[in-house]
């Protein structure tokens, strides 16, 4: 039983492509977040979506948007991918806002 | 501005001995810190937490020690095996705030 999945694993797509990745959790949690490890292997936050309520990190460019169908699911949407968008996506759920539960990651590659 | 910094890449133990991760931060407002494992193309797996008000935290081969006049923190593996080599990312969190702020990891090799 997979608390925290997402697909695909792996994302290889063109630059200027529209594309998603899906996250789902069955922990029941209230919070979910979507963060992006770069090639300099950091870990940042993008977004936090909770109870409806969307808190964005100010350095995300608008073409990344997140979308929640319902509780646990939190897809992240990429409008007109460009190559620096290569990175490795993660979805985190959490009960509150300490410790968070990690998906096993989206690698994106932009050709 | 890293917040979160882990100043050692890469740390090389020998198995049975202790391994010491080390974590410093700068922000003062952070009041909760947390330990990931992530072993490579897996996510990042909870290990240990600790409150700001605590300077211990133990839970089996794992301690975590907070000392915040020195805005430090450590993670101790005794003993250390080597199902333990993986990365080690220290995060902290502001709960006035949301999402998590990593340091840039450790990697951490248990040598036979």
């Known amino acids: 039983d997979t608390a925290v999945s997402q697909t695909p694993k792996y994302l290889v797509t063109q630059m200027g492509n529209d594309k998603s990745i899906k996250c789902e959790q069955n922990?029941?949690?209230?919070?979910m977040y979507w963060y992006k490890q770069d090639s300099k292997k950091f870990l940042k936050i993008m977004f936090s979506?909770?109870?409806?309520?969307?808190?964005i990190n100010e350095t995300v460019p608008n073409r990344f948007s997140p979308k929640s169908p319902d509780k646990a699911h939190l897809n992240l949407h990429i409008n007109s991918l460009e190559l620096g968008d290569s990175a490795v996506y993660f979805c985190?759920?959490?009960?509150?806002?300490?410790?968070?539960?990690f998906g096993p990651g989206t690698r994106l590659t932009v050709l | 501005d890293q917040q979160v910094k882990q100043n050692s890449p890469s740390l090389s133990v020998q198995e049975g001995r202790i391994s010491i991760l080390n974590c410093d931060y700068t922000?003062?407002?952070?009041?909760?810190f947390l330990w990931y494992k992530k072993y490579p193309a897996e996510g990042p797996t909870f290990l240990i937490s600790?409150?700001?008000?605590?300077d211990k935290n133990e839970d089996g081969r794992f301690t975590v020690f907070l000392n915040k006049s020195a805005k430090h923190l450590s993670l101790h593996i005794v003993p250390s095996q080597p199902g333990d080599s993986a990365v080690y990312f220290c995060a902290a969190s502001d709960s006035g705030a949301d999402g998590l702020t990593f340091g840039k990891g450790t990697h951490l090799i248990i040598q036979p």
């Open positions: 922000n003062s407002m952070f009041d909760y």
């Open positions: 922990l029941g949690h209230d919070t």
């Open positions: 600790i409150s700001s008000i605590k």
């Open positions: 979506y909770n109870n409806k309520e969307l808190i």
């Open positions: 985190a759920s959490s009960p509150r806002t300490d410790t968070q539960y």
